[in-house]
Nanobody
Framework: QVQLVESGGGLVQPGGSLRLSCAASGSIFSIKTRAWYRQAPGKERELVASITNGGSTNYVDSVKGRFTISGDNAENAVYLQMNSLKPEDTAVYYC????????????????WGRGTQVTVSS
């Protein structure tokens, strides 16, 4: 079993910055992909950014140049640095890991955090 805990969300003014953190604990063998999703009320959940264990990154067009995703293997963590925040970035942000567990190698599993609220407003 694996648990993910997000932190770093909050209220910030337009143009401000936030750094989201997601720490994973449990029987992790290897992490294949780290990702951040977000969902605003009444809207579909969307993939914001992802990074593979090889370092390949992907961003939704609306955040390119403003957000940066990174990982920390020593801590089994993933981060999302968010700069130049806009009101449309307001959403609940979720961390997701695609990983192999220690006792079930050869199979991949998806784990989600419970979310952290990001509100961009004056």
């Amino acid at each position: 079993q694996v648990q993910l805990v997000e932190s770093g969300g909050g209220l910030v003014q337009p143009g401000g910055s936030l750094r989201l953190s997601c720490a994973a604990s449990g029987s992790i063998f290897s992490i294949k992909t780290r990702a951040w999703y977000r969902q605003a009320p009444g809207k579909e959940r969307e993939l914001v950014a992802s990074i593979t264990n090889g370092g390949s990154t992907n961003y939704v067009d609306s955040v390119k140049g403003r957000f940066t995703i990174s990982g920390d293997n020593a801590e089994n963590a993933v981060y999302l640095q968010m700069n130049s925040l806009k009101p449309e970035d307001t959403a609940v942000y979720y961390c997701k890991l695609i990983l192999e567990q220690l006792e079930q190698r050869g199979y991949t599993f998806q784990y989600w955090g419970r979310g952290t609220q990001v509100t961009v407003s004056s």
